[in-house]
C-alpha cells in the first residue's frame, strides 16, 4: 500500500511539474534592453519554456517580436541592420529618398508650425527629436502579417503577450491586449521627446515605463503562471548631469517602479549596462552577451524552479507552422483617415496606386516615402488590415495633414565673418493638386537674400511641377575678407547684386532622378575696384548685365545630406543659353573713364557635377568630386569684371564664401578625392583635396583686359580642405582648415555651425 501511494505521488508530482506554466517579464530601458534577446537564447538553449510574454518599451519590442514568431537570430539580424537604423533614428534610406519632391536648399534648422485656434496664432514648437516616418512604417511591415492571424488577438500569437503603454491625458497605463501588434508596440516604447505619441482607439499613448516600467502585476493578473521569470536592464531613477536632456526628462515623468518579484512568484535576473545609453543599439553584440552571462549565472536557479522542459524540436515546428500562416504582403484597397476633403484623399489614394489593383510592399514603400517627402502632410501612420475576402490587406492611412504655415529658423554661426541668418515662411494648402506659397530672407555682413514664389505639384501617374520665384541676392566678399586667424593684407573690394525672375517646370523620371526647364530673368549689378590700392573714397567700377536665361536641366541625387554628405550620389547636366546686355561704367581707379554698353549676344553654357561616396566599412568612406564647365561665353569689358560672371568652383563649404579668381573660369575640368573616417554614427573627420583647370586661361593684361591664353592647359591649381563634423541632429558643428592656391593668404582656419548655403541665381 505503502509502495502504491508513493507511486502515485511520484505521478502527481510529475504532472505537476509538465502543467507548470512559465511568465517572462521584460523591462524598458533603451537600447540595454537588447540583453532580454541574451537571456531568451540561454533559456531556450536550457529548454526553459516561455508560455507568455509581458512587456514594457524595449521589453515590449523584444517580447513583442518573440510572441510573433521571430527567432533570437532573427531579431539579433534585424536589430543588426541598416534598416534598423534607419527606423530608430528616423533617417531615411538612400532608395527611398524622393528627390522630386525635396525643396530647395536651404540652411534651416527648425520647422516651427503656425496653427490658428479661436483666432488666435500660436507657435507650436517641435515634439519629437526622431522622425515617427520609419518607425511607422517598420512595426506595420514587420507586424501586419502576425496581426493577420492572430485575428487581433493577443492570446492567439505564437506565445500569448501583453504591452503596457501610458495614457497621456491621466498619466495612467493602459495594457494593450489586442488590436494590431504593430501599433501596440509602438505605442509602448514611444519615449517622450524622443519619439512621436500616436493615438489608438482615440487614446493617445506614449511610453509604458513611465507608469509601469516592469509588468510583473500585468503578468500575474493576466495569465496567472505558476512561476515568472523577471529581468529588469533599467536603471533606478539617478541624478541627471546638467547636459543629460533625455536622462532628466526620465527622471522628471518616470514613477518609480517595483522591481521586486517575490520569491513564491518567480525570479529575478538583473543585467547591468548602466554604461550603455538608451540610443546605443551599436552595442548589440555586448549587450546581448551580458545578458547571456545574467542568465547562465542563474541558470542552475532556474532549474531548480522550474522542473518542465520544452522539446525545441517541438517549437521549432510549431514556429514554423505559425509563420507559415501568415499572408504576404499586398495591398488591394487604400483607405484615407484624418482628410476630409474628397479631393484631398484622392490626391492621396492616387500617389499610392496610381492605376495598379495590387501593389506590393516594395512598391508602397516606395510611394509611402515619396508622400512623406510631400510638404503638404506632416505625418502618415498606415495600418494593414487583412481582408478575408479578398485575401489581400486593406491599407488604412492614418494621416495629419501639414499646419498650413510654417516658419523656418537657421543659418550659419562661424568664427569667420560670413555668419548669417535665415528666416523662411511656407504657407500650404492642397485640393486636387499641392500648392506651396514661399519666401525667405537671408541677413549677414557677407550674404543677404529675399526670396518669394511659390510651386504647384500635380500628382499625376507622372507628376509635374510649375514654380515662379522672385529673388534679390547680394553677396559682399569684402567684408567677409576680415579674418579671425589670417588676414589678407589688401582684400578685394567686390560687391555683387542680383535680381532674378524664375519660371520653372519639371518631372521626376525616377525616385532620384529629376528633369527640369524653364524661363528666368536677371539683372546684376557687380562693384568692384581693378587695383588693389583704394581709398574709401574712391568710386568702384560698375558692370551691369542684364540677361534673359533658357535653361534645361537633369539631376540626380540620393545624398543624405546637403553639406558634408557621406553617402550617395549626385550627378547633374545642364545646358543653358544666355542673352545679355553688358554695360561697364568705369570708377574713379579705372584707366579710363568711357562707358561701355555691348550686346553678349547669345552664348550657350554646359555644366556637369558628379559627387559620390563608396562605404567601404562602418568606419571608412571614400569618395570623388567631379566637375566641368563648356561654353562659348565672350570675354567681358574687363578681367574682374569677367572672373565675377564666370562659373565658381566651390567644392567645400568656405569656398562658396570667399572670392579666388584662380578658381573661375569659362571653361574648367576639375575634380578630386574625399576620404571620411566615421568615429561614430554622428562625427567623422574628412580630407578633400581637388585639382582645378582652366581651358585657355584667362590673363589680367596691362590694361586691366582680358587676354586669352593659347596654351589649352597652362595651369594646375590646388585646393583641399581637413575638417572634424559632428551632425547635431539641426545642423553641422565642423571644425575645419582650408587651403587654396593663390598668392595671398592659403590657408583658414574655421568653426562654423550651421549651413553655407545660398538662394538659387538667376544666371
Request: glycine share 6%.
Amino acid at each position: 500500500m505503502k509502495r502504491f501511494l508513493l507511486i502515485i505521488l511520484a505521478l502527481w508530482a510529475f504532472s505537476l511539474s509538465h502543467a507548470q506554466k512559465v511568465g517572462l517579464v521584460l523591462s524598458g530601458g533603451g537600447a540595454r534592453g537588447l540583453a532580454h534577446i541574451g537571456v531568451i537564447k540561454v533559456l531556450e538553449a536550457n529548454n526553459i519554456p516561455i508560455d507568455y510574454i509581458t512587456g514594457t518599451s524595449m521589453g515590449a519590442i523584444v517580447g513583442g517580436l518573440y510572441a510573433a514568431g521571430y527567432t533570437t537570430e532573427e531579431m539579433e539580424e534585424l536589430f543588426r541592420s541598416d534598416e534598423f537604423y534607419f527606423w530608430s533614428t528616423g533617417k531615411i534610406q538612400k532608395e527611398y529618398r524622393y528627390f522630386f519632391k525635396q525643396r530647395e536648399e536651404n540652411p534651416a534648422w527648425i520647422e516651427l508650425k503656425l496653427e490658428r485656434k479661436e483666432d488666435k496664432l500660436k507657435l507650436l514648437l517641435p515634439t519629437n527629436i526622431v522622425p515617427q516616418w520609419q518607425m511607422d512604417f517598420a512595426f506595420m511591415e514587420l507586424m501586419a502579417a502576425t496581426t493577420a492571424i492572430s485575428g487581433g488577438s493577443f492570446d492567439n500569437l505564437f506565445v500569448p503577450y501583453r504591452c503596457v503603454a501610458t495614457e497621456v491625458h491621466s498619466n495612467k497605463p493602459v495594457v494593450l491586449a489586442s488590436g494590431d501588434l504593430g501599433e501596440a508596440i509602438r505605442a509602448s516604447m514611444t519615449i517622450p521627446f524622443v519619439f512621436r505619441p500616436i493615438a489608438i482607439d482615440g487614446t493617445l499613448l506614449f511610453d509604458g515605463g513611465i507608469v509601469n516600467n516592469f509588468p510583473t502585476d500585468v503578468m500575474m493578473e493576466t495569465f496567472k503562471p505558476d512561476i515568472v521569470i523577471g529581468h529588469k536592464v533599467a536603471n533606478d531613477p539617478q541624478t541627471a548631469d546638467s547636459d543629460d536632456i533625455l536622462m532628466q526628462v526620465s527622471n522628471m515623468i518616470q514613477r518609480p517602479t517595483n522591481y521586486e518579484i517575490p520569491q513564491e512568484v518567480g525570479i529575478l535576473l538583473e543585467t547591468n549596462v548602466n554604461e550603455v545609453g538608451i540610443l546605443d543599439f551599436h552595442q548589440l553584440d555586448y549587450i546581448v552577451e551580458k545578458g547571456q552571462r545574467t542568465a547562465y549565472h542563474m541558470i542552475d536557479s532556474l532549474k531548480q524552479r522550474i522542473r518542465r522542459t520544452s522539446d525545441p524540436e517541438e517549437i521549432t515546428r510549431r514556429r514554423q507552422a505559425f509563420n507559415a500562416k501568415k499572408p504576404a504582403l499586398l495591398f488591394q484597397n487604400v483607405q484615407v483617415e484624418g482628410i476630409s476633403d474628397p479631393l484631398q484623399r484622392r490626391y492621396i489614394i492616387n500617389s499610392i496606386k496610381h492605376s495598379k489593383n495590387i501593389v506590393t510592399v516594395d512598391a508602397f514603400k516606395k510611394e509611402y516615402f515619396k508622400l512623406i517627402a510631400d510638404e503638404q502632410i506632416k505625418s502618415i501612420r498606415p495600418i494593414a488590415m487583412f481582408n478575408r475576402e479578398s485575401g489581400y490587406f486593406d491599407v488604412h492611412l492614418k494621416v495629419e495633414p501639414e499646419k498650413t504655415a510654417e516658419i523656418n529658423v537657421g543659418g550659419n554661426i562661424s568664427n569667420k565673418p560670413i555668419n548669417q541668418g535665415y528666416v523662411g515662411l511656407d504657407y500650404r494648402f492642397y485640393k486636387n493638386r499641392s500648392y506651396t506659397f514661399s519666401s525667405n530672407l537671408y541677413f549677414g555682413r557677407f550674404y543677404s537674400s529675399f526670396k518669394v514664389g511659390g510651386r504647384i505639384d500635380f500628382p499625376t501617374e507622372l507628376p509635374i511641377y510649375l514654380a515662379s520665384y522672385l529673388t534679390y541676392n547680394r553677396w559682399d566678399f569684402f567684408s567677409s575678407s576680415n579674418e579671425l586667424f589670417f588676414e589678407d593684407v589688401r582684400p578685394p573690394y567686390i560687391i555683387q547684386n542680383e535680381s532674378s525672375f524664375r519660371n520653372e517646370i519639371g518631372f521626376p523620371l525616377g525616385l532620384h532622378n529629376k528633369i527640369s526647364g524653364g524661363l528666368s530673368w536677371s539683372g546684376a549689378l557687380d562693384e568692384y575696384y581693378q587695383t588693389e590700392k583704394f581709398n574709401k573714397s574712391d568710386e568702384a567700377d560698375r558692370t551691369n548685365f542684364n540677361s534673359l536665361v533658357t535653361h534645361v536641366e537633369y539631376e540626380y541625387n540620393s545624398q543624405n545630406a546637403a553639406q558634408y554628405a557621406t553617402e550617395g550620389l549626385y550627378h547633374k547636366f545642364g545646358l543653358r543659353y544666355i542673352a545679355g546686355l553688358e554695360k561697364h561704367q568705369p570708377g574713379s581707379t579705372a584707366l579710363g573713364n568711357q562707358i561701355v554698353t555691348r550686346n553678349n549676344n547669345g552664348f550657350w553654357m554646359l555644366n556637369a557635377v558628379a559627387d559620390r561616396y563608396f562605404v567601404i566599412n562602418r568606419n571608412f568612406t571614400l569618395g570623388y568630386h567631379a566637375e566641368g564647365v563648356l561654353s562659348d561665353k565672350k570675354s567681358f569689358t574687363n578681367y574682374t569684371s569677367n572672373m565675377l560672371a564666370a562659373p565658381a568652383f566651390t567644392p567645400t563649404p568656405h569656398s562658396k564664401a570667399i572670392f579666388v579668381e584662380n578658381f573661375r573660369a569659362n571653361n574648367y575640368l576639375a575634380g578630386g578625392m574625399k576620404n571620411i573616417a566615421h568615429l561614430n554614427s554622428s562625427v567623422h573627420m574628412r580630407l578633400e583635396a581637388y585639382a582645378f583647370v582652366p581651358f585657355h586661361e584667362a590673363i589680367r593684361a596691362s590694361n586691366n583686359k582680358v587676354v586669352r591664353n593659347e596654351k589649352l592647359f597652362s595651369d594646375v591649381y590646388w585646393q583641399g580642405m581637413a575638417a572634424l563634423v559632428y551632425d547635431t541632429g539641426i545642423g553641422p558643428a565642423s571644425l575645419a582648415v582650408n587651403y587654396y592656391d593663390k598668392t595671398s593668404t592659403k590657408w583658414y582656419l574655421t568653426l562654423n555651425f550651421g549651413y553655407v548655403l545660398f538662394n538659387k541665381r538667376g544666371f
